[in-house]
Every structure is written in C-alpha cells, then in structure tokens.
C-alpha cells in the first residue's frame, strides 16, 4: 500500500460541500489516513477569481498511481469541472501532491511539480503528514515552508 496527499480545491459557491463530496469519492478507492483542516487561500496567477478553499487529505491505496489520476480526473468531472486552458472557477481540482511513491511521466507528476512553490499545498501536508519525505530528498513541510518567499495568503478556517 502507498501513500498519498491529495489537494482539494474549490472556488465554487458551495466550496466545502464540494469538497467533501470529492473526499467520499476518493474513499471509495482509497482508505483515508487523515485529513486537514480547511483553508482559504488566494488563487495563484488567476486575478479576479473567487478564493479557493482547500483542504489536504492523506489516503493509503493499493492502485497504481495513473489509475488513481484517472480515478480523481473522473470525480472533478463529476463535480461538474471544465477542463479548459482558460482560468476559470473551478468546482472542484483534486491534486496528487506527493506520496511514497515517486513518478515522472508525460502525464503524471509526483510529487507535484508545483509543490515546494505552493503554500496552499505545503500547510495541509504540514498538518497531516509532517514527517513525509516530500520530494524523495529528505525535505518535509517544514523545511519546504521555510524556504517560500512571503506572500501568498493562506488562512485555517
């Protein structure tokens, strides 16, 4: 069994709602290990947008990591996202933001690419996974934490 983060995300009217739908997907396949608090933050690189909601839960599978891409691509669909280039609201993104498991593929990325830039990814992992190796280097939240620049605001509900 390996295990993985999962970011949640959800700019929608009804964000925790959405959310927490999305989680009870994810159990379906997945055990769930522990999950964080909520968190309002400020989107990334997407003025004029609602602030997003984002949650981080830490789930044990025994499925193969593209089978779990699929698995969340499907529950964002379900949830009524558009998969468009365009920065639009979203009702709900689901992340893989790291694991036991290291992949890099044309389509699959773990730990997520983004992850040591993001704030809004780091603080749930922090809280739910303090002691994991995030990047295959020994580095955790914390250390990963410590290293952003200022600026991103990111708020426990």
């Known amino acids: 069994m390996e295990r993985m983060v999962f970011i949640f995300g959800s700019n929608s009217v009804t964000p925790v709602s959405a959310i927490e739908e999305g989680v009870r997907s994810l159990s379906r396949f997945s055990r769930i290990v522990?999950?964080?608090s909520f968190y309002v933050t400020e989107p990334v690189g997407r003025e004029g947008l609602p602030w997003f909601v984002n949650h981080g839960v830490l789930a044990e599978t025994g499925?193969?990591?593209?089978?779990i891409l699929y698995a969340i691509k499907e529950i964002e669909k379900e949830a009524?996202?558009?998969f468009s280039s365009s920065y639009l609201p979203r009702p709900l993104d689901v992340d893989?933001?790291?694991?036991?498991v290291m992949v890099k593929s044309g389509h699959l990325q773990i730990?997520?690419?983004r992850l040591k830039e993001r704030l809004f990814m780091l603080a749930p992992i922090q809280e739910i996974a303090p002691e994991m190796d995030l990047t295959g280097k020994?580095?955790?939240a914390a250390d990963l934490i410590r290293l952003?620049?200022?600026g991103e605001r990111v708020v426990r509900l």
Do not use: D
Not at 96 to 100: C, H, R, V, W
């Open 96 to 100: 893989i933001a790291a694991g036991t």
């Open 138 to 140: 020994g580095e955790r």
């Open 34 to 36: 522990a999950r964080s």
């Open 80 to 82: 009524g996202r558009l």
């Open 63 to 67: 499925n193969e990591p593209e089978e």
């Open 148 to 150: 952003l620049p200022s």
């Open 111 to 113: 730990p997520h690419p």
